[in-house]
């Protein structure tokens, strides 16, 4: 299997419009891929708070209509990362959108633990309520959201649900860097499974962000790691290796609580 994931540079001098149009053009190059992953409120920028009501968007908006269409032409799975969303009582949630290869919104995913210790997110948005997976012909994804990583009881109900392969866009800040790539690899040591988490690149909001997008195995082997500015972080692997894994070493068969 053969993923891309895109570390978007998120620059307060480009308009969401173009951004939109310049990461759909990236995505239209990852043809032959089968999976893409965005990060998490690339239209934005995820520190970039006082944006979030302006550039709010319903769950089909542009971002929804420009994703499909690039998923379509590229025929890849395409993790959309995440926008803020509005609904119509004008709840904002930070919410990921997943479109198959022919353009169908195959999930949508509402971050379920919000940043910002009683700021910020914490308190713009509302709270996800529902865990997502989604079914691929060579794995099931599990997805999360950034600061979701902290919370590991959100991946073990993930994988009672059948993850395989756990996704995370993220706006990750470069301060806690060291933090990005331990939480991911412990998460997939603990779960037995492929971590593909997929971080923003640059500064916005006045916020380094830690790039370091990352691939993780089953054993919590790097398989691929980028660096701090924008990239593309290919890299194949082999959705077989977890059953593997599993099989091999069967610690879930373990768990108690």
């Not at 930070?94 to 009683?118: M, V």
Request: aromatic share 8%; hydrophobic share 45%.
């Amino acid at each position: 299997m053969r993923a891309s994931l895109i570390q978007i540079a998120v620059d307060e001098g480009e308009s969401v419009e173009t951004r939109r149009l310049r990461v759909a053009s990236l995505v239209r190059e990852q043809a032959g891929a089968d999976l893409v992953v965005l990060p998490e409120l690339w239209t934005t920028g995820a520190f970039a708070f006082e944006e979030f009501a302006a550039q709010a968007e319903p769950l089909e908006g542009p971002t929804h209509e420009v994703m499909a269409k690039a998923a379509s032409d590229a025929g890849v799975w395409l993790h959309a990362g995440s926008i803020p969303e509005r609904t119509p009582d004008g709840t904002l949630y930070n919410t990921s959108l997943l479109f198959s290869p022919s353009g169908e919104r195959a999930a949508s995913y509402r971050k379920i633990h919000r940043f910002g210790f009683d700021k910020g997110e914490a308190v713009l948005m509302g709270r996800g309520e529902d865990l997502v997976t989604v079914r691929l012909p060579e794995t099931t994804l599990g997805v999360a959201t950034c600061y979701d990583l902290r919370f590991p009881e959100l991946f073990r109900g993930l994988v009672d649900a059948g993850a395989e392969t756990l996704v995370i866009p993220a706006g990750w800040p470069e301060r806690r860097r060291e933090h990005w790539t331990l939480l991911a690899r412990a998460r997939a040591v603990e779960n037995q499974a492929f971590v593909l988490a997929c971080g923003t690149a640059g500064t916005h909001a006045r916020v380094p962000q830690a790039g370091h997008s990352i691939v993780v195995d089953p054993w919590g082997q790097v398989l691929a790691e980028a660096g701090a500015d924008e990239e593309v972080l290919t890299v194949e692997f082999d959705p077989g290796k977890v059953a593997v894994t599993r099989e091999q070493f069967p610690a879930l068969k373990d768990r108690v609580l």
